[in-house]
C-alpha cells in the first residue's frame, strides 16, 4: 500500500462524508448524558467506521484508509504509553504508597480544596518541565489522584486540577511539541514565542486557580479510603522511585516510552529489594492456563482504551483520506480577509481540525504554512499567529470529551474502584484552564488584546 491511503469519495457528497462524524457525535452524545464510561466512546467510534462503509464508493480504499490512520506513529506511541503507564501505576498503587501519603497529608490538614489547587500547580509545573501533557498524566494521576480524593476532594475536581495543569505545561512549555509546531510553522523564534504566551497562558492559570479554590466539591474521603484499603506503610513510600525516573528522564528529553520503561524497571526492582512485592504479586502462573499478578491485571485493564484509540485513529484516518483536511483549509482562505476574521478563523479552524484529530500538533502542521501565507498578507503578526494556534489547540483538543486528554484520565481514574472513577464527558466542565483560555481567546479576537502589527517585533 502507497505511503498514504488512496483519496475517498463518498455517495450524497458532504453528507455522505460527514457521516461517520455525525455518528460519532450522537453516539458521542449519548453516551456522555448517560455518564458511560470509556466502553461507550468505544461504541461511538466504530459505528462511526461501520456506518462510513455504507456511503464509501470505493470500499477497498476506504479499507485501506482504516489502516492509514493505524499507521501514524503517534498511535503506536499513545497506545504503547498506555500500557506501560497501566503497569508503573499499578506498582504504585498496589504496594500501599498511596494510602501511606494520604494519612500524611490528612494528618498535616492539607485536604479538600487547597489539595485541589495545589495539585493543578504542582501538575503546571511538571508539565511545563517535561513538556509532554499525556505523559504528565501517568505520572501524577496515579499519586495525587487518589491521595486526593482521600483527601477529600471531589474525583472529577482532582481529575480536572491535573487535566488543567497539563493543558497549561502544553500550552507554554518550551519543550512541548505544541510550541514548537506553533513557532516552526509561522517562522517564530521559539524564545520570543513562550515570552509572549505568557500574556494568554498566566492570566489563564491564575483564572483557573481561582476557580479550584472557590468552586471545588470537597466530600469526608471515607467511602475512598475504604474503596482502596490497606494500612498505611512508610517502606511503601520507596515505589515513589517510579514517577521519580519518569520525570527525570522526560526532563532529560528521552522518548516517553523510554521513560516509563525504566520507571517500571526501577519500580520492580525497588520493590524487590524492599520487600514491598514478592515475584508472585507480580507475576504469576498458577495453572489451568491462567496468568496473574499485578503487571497482567494492570495490561488488560487497559482494552477499553485501547480499544478507542483504535476506532479514534481509524476514523481519522477515513476523515483525513476523505479530504477534511482540505476542507478545513478551504475554511480558513475563504473568510480570511482582514486581521480581525483572520484570527477568528484561524480559532475556528484549528479548533475544528484539533477537535477532530485529538491532536493539537497535527491540526497546527496542517494548517501552519496556510496560515502562515494568509497571516503575512493580512497583517497578523507571526508570534500572535502561533499564540492563537497553541491556544486555540489548548482549548478545544482539551475539551472534546474523545479525545487522550479526557478518556486517558478517566480510564486512569477508574483503575482505583467505582468511588473514584470519572466519566469522560465529565471532565471538560472541570478543566478551568481550557475554559479561562477559551475566554481569554474570545476577548483577545474581538478586543485586539495581545494584537501586534505585522512590523513589529512582538
Keep these: 500500500m502507497d505511503q498514504k491511503a488512496k483519496r475517498i469519495e463518498f455517495r450524497f457528497g458532504k453528507v455522505g462524508k460527514l457521516a461517520p462524524v455525525i455518528v460519532t457525535a450522537l453516539m458521542i452524545g449519548w453516551a456522555a448524558f448517560s455518564q458511560s464510561n470509556v466502553n461507550g466512546y468505544v461504541l461511538a467510534f466504530f459505528a462511526a467506521l461501520v456506518t462510513g462503509i455504507i456511503f464509501a464508493k470505493d470500499e477497498k480504499a476506504y479499507g485501506e484508509a482504516l489502516v492509514y490512520g493505524l499507521s501514524k506513529p503517534m498511535f503506536a506511541v499513545i497506545v504503547l504509553a498506555v500500557v506501560l503507564a497501566a503497569v508503573s501505576g499499578k506498582l504504585i498503587s498496589a504496594s500501599g504508597a498511596v494510602q501511606t501519603i494520604a494519612g500524611y497529608v490528612v494528618a498535616a490538614g ?9 495539585t493543578f500547580l504542582i501538575t ?30 471531589a474525583p472529577e475536581f482532582m481529575i480536572g486540577a491535573i487535566v488543567s495543569g497539563a493543558a497549561f505545561g502544553d500550552n507554554l512549555g518550551p519543550i512541548s511539541d505544541t510550541t514548537i509546531a506553533s513557532s516552526a510553522t509561522q517562522h517564530a523564534d521559539l524564545g520570543t514565542v513562550v ?16 476557580l479550584f479554590l472557590l468552586c471545588s466539591k470537597t466530600t469526608d474521603g471515607s467511602e475512598a479510603i475504604e474503596a482502596v484499603g490497606g494500612q498505611a506503610d512508610p517502606v511503601s513510600l520507596v515505589m515513589l522511585v517510579v514517577p521519580v525516573v519518569i520525570i527525570v528522564l522526560c526532563m532529560r528529553r528521552k522518548h516517553l516510552i523510554t521513560a516509563l520503561s525504566f520507571g517500571i524497571l526501577a519500580g520492580i526492582a525497588a520493590g524487590m529489594l524492599f520487600g ?19 503487571v497482567i491485571d494492570a495490561i488488560t485493564g487497559t482494552s477499553g482504551t485501547i480499544a478507542m484509540l483504535i476506532g479514534v485513529f481509524s476514523l481519522l484516518g477515513v476523515l483525513e483520506c476523505g479530504g477534511l483536511f482540505e476542507d478545513v483549509r478551504g475554511l480558513l482562505e475563504r473568510f480570511a480577509k482582514k486581521e480581525r476574521s483572520t484570527e477568528a478563523t484561524i480559532v475556528l479552524s ?6 477532530i484529530t485529538g491532536v493539537i500538533s497535527v491540526a497546527i502542521v496542517a494548517l501552519g504554512d496556510l496560515v502562515n501565507e494568509i497571516g503575512e498578507k493580512t497583517g497578523v503578526n507571526r508570534y500572535r499567529r502561533a499564540n492563537l494556534l497553541d491556544c486555540t489547540g489548548c482549548v478545544f483538543c482539551f475539551l472534546a470529551p474523545w479525545t487522550v486528554h479526557c478518556v486517558i484520565p478517566a480510564q486512569q481514574s477508574a483503575q482505583f474502584g467505582e468511588g473514584f472513577a470519572v466519566a469522560p464527558a465529565s471532565v471538560p466542565i472541570v478543566n478551568y484552564y481550557s475554559l479561562c483560555m477559551l475566554v481569554i481567546l474570545l476577548v483577545a479576537v474581538i478586543t485586539g488584546y495581545g494584537r501586534k502589527s505585522s512590523k513589529t517585533n512582538l
Design 350 to 355: 484549528v479548533g475544528i481540525l484539533s477537535m
Design 110 to 118: 492539607f485536604t479538600g480544596k487547597l489539595f485541589v489547587a495545589a
Design 195 to 210: 515570552k509572549t504566551r505568557m500574556r494568554y497562558s498566566l492570566p489563564a492559570a491564575a483564572g483557573a486557580l481561582i
Design 124 to 153: 503546571c509545573l511538571l508539565a511545563f518541565a517535561t513538556g509532554t501533557s499525556v505523559g504528565t498524566y501517568f505520572v501524577v494521576i496515579p499519586i495525587l489522584f487518589p491521595v486526593g480524593v482521600m483527601a477529600g476532594a
Design 276 to 294: 514491598v512485592y514478592r515475584v508472585e504479586d507480580l507475576i504469576a502462573f498458577p495453572g489451568g492456563f491462567a496468568v496473574s499478578g499485578a
